[in-house]
């Protein structure tokens, strides 16, 4: 590599910033010696003078051969030309291929790499990485622009520059006490001044006229340029630090950003070529994707930001289809590994559950009934979820969906996450199919405690099928007695549906013929639990619901395991609730209202972020909030307080008691976001409500959207940035679930607007859930592979599968 030297502003020779990786050159320094016959002349002062200045770039794989000759009387040159035969060709095959048939090299742990300690791996931990193959996947967060490449003299102050020059001097200095290396360098244009800051050593690294490159933003001092603590390193080296785009990395402390790429670097070698390639080439030559081993090396150190760009696409290509893989896969083994059954509905049958309601269903809710209907009377079991917002009518659709199983004499279950909502569906059910029906979600009046209704966990209707309908509840509430009671008449058949938790498919519950279940507000059912179902022998249609509203190209993806059906619309009649938004300075307007709803006979809920207090976050904590709620100021009503560091009985407990009308106030977390129905709650004050996202205030919003009366929602602001202002104004702007959903989605990605609901998923170190772009094509050729029979069998697939397997952190073999 030479230095710039520009007469009459041109410049006299261009200078190359890149020379071959120390693998590459020495794989051609071994074939020019081969062709050559062995004399010790393919490289300036011979092999053993090479390999003496180049060992320490070298990969550990190369180590055995490079001491085999150091160690060697008089070395290369010292040996036989047989010797040097041998040599030469063994060391080529080690080369060319690194691995020698052995496990993947990407495989071995971060120690392989030079000066990587037990310690130092301890670091890399931290970062998740274990593996050469985890370093080589820790993508740079951005990159340096150091191509710009000047001479001395044309330097141009505030921006990212690089310089090539002879150091001229390099000295320790003391900038405010600060033991520093202030160097200074030249060209035939000009001198530039290089400080680095609390690095004295550097100045040992400096002898003068030696040839450097420096990188960095170029400032002024006292009218001349200079360097402040730039990346640099010397002109024959392999150029990653400088002269190119500079990766920088997620670090954690101990970790510097030169060490990382330096160790970046020795992996890429010491893997090189890189990881086989796994895709077949026609996904290829469709997606228009590089090969894997010159996307992983370019989204490391790319030849420009487009490169890396397409790099880091095939990358998350990866990722995307690995995980539409595992869904589908998973979604097939389901359907096909024990067989469906059918069950065809009654038109009469759905006409007289029909007649006992007194309201007729949505277009929306008739759609996704048909849907479901559909579904069951396939041979292969359904795996469907149902979303829609709170009080949008899910219940009825399943329903139907469970009296048409009932009508073919088998068993529906339906799960609830708790207890209480547990209890609740069966209330719900049991109006329904009674006399009396105000809606089809939930009832209008207060759901009124009735310990009789524990005390009957198994009710019987008629007028409905021919023969007794029998619905069952069980729960841990209920007796011992009773449980044993119910779980006799599940295991004989004369339950045609039972409402409990999930539970019921994991603990001694037996059915005769279950053979639909509906799960509620448990997205990841569909991957997670169904082995539980499986394990019991059964196989039936499953339908989630969620009240969560995802946009449909996020929930394809996410549950793709799972069709998906949507009731878009609400009920006629259903009231909005007045969301309005105010600043803590104004809380005592909101206490006011609060008071003045609860004299009024109704009932409140105030939901705070965070169970402890946080400094940092500037939000209330529950306990905190409750504490001063009570004592200072509602000391005349009636206080509770729920948080998810409550045992279960406890949740329970206080949810009944708010639920009965025993509490006035209930101040909770977000554990109430999936909550019951208590119609007699008007109003709900959400504390730090830029903590939260649109799509989770709206479904706090809905737990006061249930009852006749006039319902409001507070939000109360702990901060005044412009954008949470933006998107608390879009909460009280609109009250469609879905269209908020997509604003949230826009506004702080996939990851926070997933949140807990993503737990299920594995973890992705490149890809984003929000580019719909690439996940649709990941999806697209997923489905394509799944339909081919040979991915599950053919050894050209076995790469696939190992992919899938890892990124699913799973041994299951899909067949």
């Known amino acids: 590599m030479s230095a710039y030297c520009i007469s009459s502003g041109m410049m006299r020779h261009e200078v190359t910033l890149s020379t071959p990786r120390p693998t590459e050159a020495l794989l051609k320094i071994l074939e020019l010696e081969a062709r050559k016959q062995h004399n010790d002349t393919a490289v300036i002062g011979g092999i053993d003078a090479y390999l003496k200045k180049a060992a320490s770039s070298l990969p550990k794989s190369l180590a055995p051969a490079i001491r085999q000759v150091q160690r060697a009387s008089g070395g290369y040159r010292g040996w036989t030309h047989t010797q040097r035969t041998r040599w030469v060709a063994a060391t080529l095959d080690l080369l060319r291929s690194p691995n020698c048939g052995g496990p993947p090299l990407e495989t071995k742990p971060i120690t392989a790499l030079t000066r990587i300690s037990t310690k130092t791996a301890a670091l890399f931990a931290r970062l998740g990485i274990s593996t050469l193959n985890d370093l080589l996947h820790h993508l740079p967060r951005h990159y340096l622009d150091y191509t710009q490449t000047r001479a001395i003299g044309h330097l141009r102050a505030q921006t990212d520059q690089t310089v090539v020059g002879r150091v001229l001097r390099a000295s320790v200095v003391l900038p405010g006490g600060r033991r520093s290396t202030e160097a200074i360098i030249a060209d035939c244009t000009g001198k530039v001044r290089v400080i680095w800051f609390n690095q004295p050593w550097i100045a040992r690294q400096l002898p003068r006229d030696r040839e450097i490159v420096v990188s960095g933003t170029v400032t002024v001092y006292k009218n001349r340029p200079q360097f402040l603590s730039p990346e640099w390193e010397e002109a024959e080296s392999s150029g990653i630090h400088t002269g190119r785009l ?172 708790t207890e209480v909502l547990a209890e609740q569906h069966y209330r719900t059910l049991l109006t329904l199919l009674g006399t009396e029906c105000p809606s089809c979600d939930s009832p ?68 005769r013929s279950l053979r639909l279940a509906v799960v509620d507000e448990q997205h990841r059912f569909g991957v997670l639990q169904r082995g539980g179902l499986r394990q019991k022998g059964y196989n039936p249609h499953v339908l989630v619901m969620t009240a969560t509203p995802i946009p449909r190209s996020l929930a394809l993806t996410v ?240 790469r696939i599968r190992e992919r899938v397997a890892t990124l699913w952190n799973t041994s299951v073999e899909w067949s």
């Open 246 to 417: 500079v990766p920088v990395y997620p670090l954690t402390r101990g970790l510097t950003a030169r060490s990382m790429r330096n160790w970046v670097t020795e992996a890429l070698d010491l893997c090189a070529p890189g990881p086989a390639e796994y895709l077949p080439e026609e996904i290829l030559r469709r997606r228009s994707l590089p090969v894997l081993s010159t996307a992983i090396r370019q989204a490391h150190f790319p030849d420009s930001p487009a490169v890396a760009a397409a790099a880091r696409q095939r990358l998350a290509f990866d990722e995307l289809l690995s995980l539409q893989l595992g869904l589908l896969l998973t979604r097939r083994q389901w359907q096909e590994s024990l067989p469906g059954h059918p069950l065809k509905s009654d038109p009469a049958l759905l006409n007289s559950l029909m007649r006992l309601l007194p309201f007729t269903l949505t277009s929306s809710q008739q759609q996704a009934l048909e849907e479901i209907l559909r579904d069951l009377a396939r041979e292969t079991p359904m795996s469907r979820m149902l979303q829609g917002d709170v009080g949008s009518g899910k219940t009825v659709v399943a329903l139907a969906a469970m009296l048409v199983t009932a009508a073919h004499g088998c068993q529906a279950a339906l799960m609830a996450p």
């Open 444 to 511: 209008t009046t207060a759901f009124v405690a009735d310990p009789a209704l524990r005390d009957k966990p198994v009710q019987s209707f008629t007028g409905i099928l021919e023969r007794p309908l029998t619905i069952a509840l069980l729960t841990g509430a209920l007796t011992a007695a009773h449980r044993r009671h119910v779980r006799q008449l599940l295991a004989s058949g004369n339950v045609d549906i039972v409402v409990g938790t999930q539970a019921l498919v994991q603990e001694e519950v037996e059915f």
């Open 559 to 798: 549950y793709g395991d799972l069709d998906l059906s949507t009731i878009s619309e609400l009920p006629p009649g259903r009231q909005k609730v007045d969301t309005l938004i105010f600043q803590p300075d104004d809380i005592a307007i909101v206490h006011r209202k609060v008071h003045d709803e609860v004299h009024k006979g109704h009932q409140a809920y105030v939901i705070c972020p965070l169970i402890t207090e946080s400094d940092k976050l500037l939000v209330r904590a529950a306990t905190e909030e409750y504490d001063h709620l009570r004592q200072v100021i509602f000391p005349d009503l009636r206080l509770g307080l729920l948080h998810g560091a409550l045992r279960a009985a406890q949740k329970d407990d206080v949810m009944r008691r708010f639920r009965d009308g025993d509490l006035d106030i209930l101040v909770s977390t977000t554990v109430i976001e999936v909550g019951i129905d208590v119609p007699n709650a008007t109003v709900m004050v959400i504390l730090g409500a830029e903590r939260f996202g649109l799509s989770q205030l709206h479904q706090l919003r809905g737990r006061v959207r249930r009852g006749s009366e006039k319902s409001y929602c507070l939000l109360v602001s702990d901060a005044a940035t412009q954008d949470a202002q933006r998107r608390l104004a879009v909460l009280g702007q609109t009250h469609d679930g879905f269209e908020l959903a997509r604003h949230d989605l826009e506004m702080r990605g996939a990851g926070d607007f997933l949140g807990t609901q993503q737990s299920g998923l594995p973890p992705l170190r490149v890809a984003k859930l929000t580019d719909l772009s690439t996940m649709e094509s990941a999806r697209a050729e997923a489905q394509r592979l799944v339909r081919d029979r040979r991915l599950l069998r053919d050894p050209h697939y076995a």
